[in-house]
């Protein structure tokens, strides 16, 4: 299947992701649509999946890949995605684990015990089962990498994000701890964006993009595009001697308080808003 995303030029000249597979979840909006497009265009094979069956054909079809929906949460949907990707493609070098959730929002003492869990089956969980399916069906014998989409927030704390911060955490770990038993077949890292114009996110950037952007050192919340290509780079052969790291691509987020010494206004966009319940 030769995928229509296809680029003429030299743009990842050096990455060696041509005729190899990858599957992307999460893949229909966002950073994930981001990254699968990049990945497509590199030369990739790629398979999507989401929980919209519309979505995932949509972009299935755009990509010139193919798709499978369902909620990463449901082992039986991560053997369909893996058991799909290695009748169309023959192989499976690359996963990214893109799909999440920030349920339960709120203060961890007033988080439904039932409700908690949700945070961990989807954010840490499922990235867990997908690679060993990935690894156990191809990535054992012949290699590969998977990249993991944390967030610049686990590594400090912040209002009503207790659930998913603390997911995002495991999830590094995972990461770290993964690197280290895969190898030297697989490279296992992460990336950690800061805030990304995403619809997860709509609720923190737009009530007020300017005066976010102003306390950033560059200025601007990220794009979709600018977390894939961190994903695509860590993911390619261009870089073969990395595994076990989390790149972080957050517009200096870390270090803004050497920029200004202003408040920092995601925090009170998480104290003053909620996202709507999916």
Not at 45 to 64: I, K, N
Not at 79 to 94: K, M, N, S, Y
Not at 255 to 272: F, G, N
Request: glycine share 10%; proline share 5%.
């Amino acid at each position: 299947m030769t995928s229509s995303y296809a680029l003429k030029g030299h743009a990842f000249e050096g990455y060696g992701l041509e005729g190899r597979a990858a599957v992307v979840t999460g893949a229909t909006r966002g950073i994930g649509r981001a990254v699968a497009g990049q990945l497509a265009a590199a030369g990739a094979l790629v398979c999507v999946t989401a929980r919209d069956p519309d979505e995932v054909r949509s972009a299935a079809d755009e990509l010139g890949g193919i798709g499978v929906s369902g909620s990463v949460a449901d082992p039986d949907h991560l053997r369909e995605v893996t058991e799909l990707t290695l009748r169309a493609f023959g192989r499976i070098d690359v996963v990214v684990n893109n799909a999440a959730t920030n349920q339960p929002y709120g203060p961890l003492m007033e988080a439904d015990p039932d409700a908690w869990p949700e945070a961990f089956a989807v954010n840490v969980e499922a990235p867990l089962r997908l690679v060993q399916r990935a690894w156990r069906a191809w990535m054992r014998e012949h290699g590969g990498s998977v990249v993991n989409v944390c967030t610049e927030g686990a590594a400090h704390v912040g209002p009503n994000v207790g659930a998913y911060g603390t997911s995002k955490a495991a999830l590094l770990h995972l990461t770290q701890q993964l690197a280290g038993e895969l190898a030297p077949k697989v490279r296992v890292n992460s990336v950690s964006p800061g805030l990304v114009r995403t619809e997860m996110a709509r609720f923190v950037w737009e009530p007020g993009e300017e005066e976010l952007a102003a306390g950033l050192p560059l200025g601007r919340i990220g794009e979709p595009e600018d977390v894939a290509r961190a994903v695509v780079w860590l993911a390619s052969d261009a870089a073969q001697w990395i595994t076990g790291a989390d790149l972080l691509v957050d517009g200096g987020t870390r270090v803004r308080t050497a920029y200004s010494a202003r408040e920092y206004a995601v925090h009170d966009r998480l104290r003053s808003y909620a996202p709507p319940r999916s």
